[in-house]
Each structure stands twice: as structure tokens, then as C-alpha cells.
């Protein structure tokens, strides 16, 4: 006999995200990328997190009340089958401080569509309807924040995209942008439009320019910006990159380019400043 046939009230949660299905798998697959965002709207804090995402892989999380003294909840789980990008399939055996453990199965879906991803939890074997409740509140708040953290993702977008530059990741940075990006050169006043169009531009850059390390800062959920020195020698540059993002791709940068040099005479003979 199968759970379902104790316990028949199934549980689901369906929720478009505007990000790609590969980033939310990561979400929600990566230990270090989940316990930012999973429980946010309850309040909890992952303090223990294992995902294995492979047929016969082990679940196994533990969260608490974030900041205070409270009950531990904790869930453990094996994968019954795993669609990396698309599809997981998991037990999911739950207990709190003051409960008994409890024995159900949770299907994870992610259905790329052309403005995001179509995701759906379907949770089976709920013994009553009471836990039902818990559990539709639960994988709908989950959902939820699993959006608003595809959706601060722009500090990511900016970050991947300094790296993929630095390492000369022409893919890599491609991966990055929307394919209808436009980039506004403020300093020589350039527009360029399209991911191609970037790419290529930085791609045969004349020179062995070197990147250094960028230190993004988030805006807001949809923008961030990053402070990045670029040199060729012996020339050197400071760039402040404001970029906009959405679905999980950056769909439009500012970027502001200032030459290193020398103060000009009249300032240099203010003498120094406090």
C-alpha cells in the first residue's frame, strides 16, 4: 500500500518567476544559495541545510526562529528522481520539537516559458486537512521568497559578469545579458545594442587589458552597481557599471569610464586637502 493511499489530500503551489529555470534549480539545489532565501516569510533561519540532487541523494534541513530562542523544526528526504534544471523528486519526512515525524512526497517542477519559469510544488500524502493548510501557506510563502531572491539577483548578474570579463569568458559573459541589452557609454556618448554587439566589442579590444576585482553593490532587488579598475598599460581606468536586471539577465548598463591622471595645476597648488 502507498502513502497516498493512507493519506490522499495532495497540496500545490504554482508560481511564475521571472528568472531562467537553471538559476531557480540553483536556488533552490545550492546549500549556500538556499539558506539566504528559504523560511524568509516565516521568520526561520536554515541553520542546517544538504541537498544532493541525484537519484538517492539525501535531504536534510533544520530551521529555527531567526534571532531568537525557539522550537527546531527539522526535514529529512531522499531523491527519488532528479531532471537537473527541470524536475525533482523527494520524500520528505517532517517533525517538529512537539510532533511525530511524518512521512510525505514532494515533487519540485521548473517549466522554462519565454519570460521566466512556470514552478509548481506538488506535495503528496497530507494525513489531514489542517496539515494541509500548513503546507499550501508553507510551499506558497516558499515560492514566494524564492521569487524576491531570483529577483535581487542583480548584484549576481553584475558580479558574473565582471568575473566572465576578467577571464576573457566570451560565453560566459553573453550568458549574462539579455539579448536585447543596450549599454550607454555616458563619457564618449556610445549606445550599444545587443549582447552580440557587446561581446564582440570587448572581445577584440585592442591590447592586454587586465580586469581587477569588482565591488558590486545592490540598489535595489533590480539594480546594482559595481566599482572596477581596468588596465592597459600605461594607461588605467576606473569604471562605476550601473546595471538593471530582470529574469535573471542584465537588461541594461551605464557605464562610466575615468582615465587616471593628475590633478591639474590650480588644484595642485591648493595644496593638499584634509
Known sequence: MHMTDLYPITVTANRH???????????WV??????????????????????????????????RPRGAEGPVERVTGRVLAADPGRRL???????GEDAPAMDTTVE????????????????????NATVSE???????????????????????CLTR?????????WDGVAACLKDDITVDWPHCGERITGAAAFVTLNRDYPGDWR???????????????????????????????FA??????????????????QPPAWRVAQGPRA
Open 161 to 169: 559578469l565582471w568575473a566572465a570579463m576578467a577571464a576573457r569568458d
Open 108 to 127: 519540485a517542477t521548473f517549466d522554462p516559458q519565454s519570460d521566466g519559469t512556470e514552478v509548481r510544488v506538488v506535495h503528496d500524502g497530507q494525513p
Open 211 to 241: 580586469i581587477g576585482p569588482a565591488r558590486v553593490s545592490a540598489l535595489s532587488e533590480a539594480r546594482a552597481v559595481a566599482e572596477v579598475r581596468v588596465d592597459l598599460p600605461p594607461d588605467a581606468w576606473s569604471v562605476a557599471s
Open 89 to 95: 523528486l523527494f520524500t520528505w519526512s517532517w517533525a
Open 30 to 63: 545550492t546549500p549556500s544559495l538556499k539558506r539566504n532565501w528559504w523560511g524568509v516569510s516565516e521568520g526561520g533561519d536554515l541553520f542546517e541545510c544538504l541537498t544532493e540532487p541525484w537519484t538517492g541523494g539525501r535531504i536534510a534541513y533544520a530551521m
Open 17 to 27: 518567476i521571472h528568472a531562467p529555470a537553471d538559476r531557480l534549480w540553483a536556488l
Open 244 to 261: 538593471e536586471a530582470r529574469a535573471g539577465r542584465i537588461t541594461h548598463l551605464t557605464e562610466h569610464w575615468t582615465r587616471h591622471g
Open 134 to 156: 500548513i503546507h499550501a501557506k508553507g510551499w506558497t510563502d516558499k515560492l514566494a521568497d524564492l521569487d524576491r531572491a531570483a529577483s535581487a539577483e542583480a548584484a549576481g
